[in-house]
T-cell receptor
Framework: KNEVEQSPQNLTAQEGEFITINCSYS?????LHWLQQHPGGGIVSLFM???GKKKHGRLIATINIQEKHSSLHITASHPRDSAVYIC????????FGTGTSLTVIP | DVKVTQSSRYLVKRTGEKVFLECVQD?????MFWYRQDPGLGLRLIYF???????EKGDIPEGYSVSREKKERFSLILESASTNQTSMYLC???????????FGSGTRLTVV
């Protein structure tokens, strides 16, 4: 069972490109989280959102509750953005996507 | 900033050993969680706790137990380690349900 689906699984981009990672979920939720994990590192929470849109620097997260879909956008991508990005939802339980591995090439 | 500290970054244990993974948070968070992360499977919830001495099973509790005697500390115990428990273990905490998570840096456990 995959309550949270992310796409793509792997993504390679040139520095400066605009990047979009998608997340769809099938359960009722109270919040959706976008997390970032660098190689060998711990996980950092980027956003928690339950409606609309949030922006932090070059990162933008949007959510459409009716369509049960969220997107994470990275503008002007940089090699330091290379990481695994994980979508997670909280409802009655906690569900995680399997992550999107992003590599940004200089 | 909230800090979640996991006692070991890397750990190698033998099959059959009893293993303790410790997690401490310093911001009085009520909720604490243990996950394991495996390639292609993502993060899977092992156990979580909403309060001291309280514990709830997650998706994959078999082979694990937990202890939360103090609010700031949540321990994961592998009663008899097996090779299929080789994984990255991540601890997380949150103030309350529906609040943001803070994760520890992870413990990479290898069982030989």
């Amino acid at each position: 069972k995959n309550e949270v689906e992310q796409s793509p699984q792997n993504l390679t981009a040139q520095e400066g490109e605009f990047i979009t990672i998608n997340c769809s979920y099938s359960v009722g939720i109270s919040a959706l989280h976008w997390l970032q994990q660098h190689p060998g590192g711990g996980i950092v929470s980027l956003f928690m959102l339950s409606s609309g849109k949030k922006k932090h620097g070059r990162l933008i997260a949007t959510i459409n509750i009716q369509e049960k879909h969220s997107s994470l956008h990275i503008t002007a991508s940089h090699p330091r953005d290379s990481a695994v990005y994980i979508c997670a939802v909280t409802g009655n339980q906690f569900y995680f996507g399997t992550g999107t591995s992003l590599t940004v090439i200089p | 900033d909230v800090k979640v500290t996991q006692s070991s970054r890397y750990l190698v244990k033998r099959t059959g050993e009893k293993v303790f993974l410790e997690c401490v948070q310093d911001m009085d968070h009520e909720n604490m969680f243990w996950y394991r992360q495996d390639p292609g499977l993502g993060l899977r919830l092992i156990y979580f706790s909403y309060d001291v001495k309280m514990k709830e099973k997650g998706d994959i509790p078999e082979g694990y137990s937990v202890s939360r005697e103090k609010k700031e500390r949540f321990s994961l115990i592998l009663e008899s380690a097996s090779t299929n428990q080789t994984s990255m273990y991540l601890c997380a905490s949150s103030f309350r349900h529906h609040y943001g998570y803070t994760f520890g840096s992870g413990t990479r456990l290898t069982v030989v």
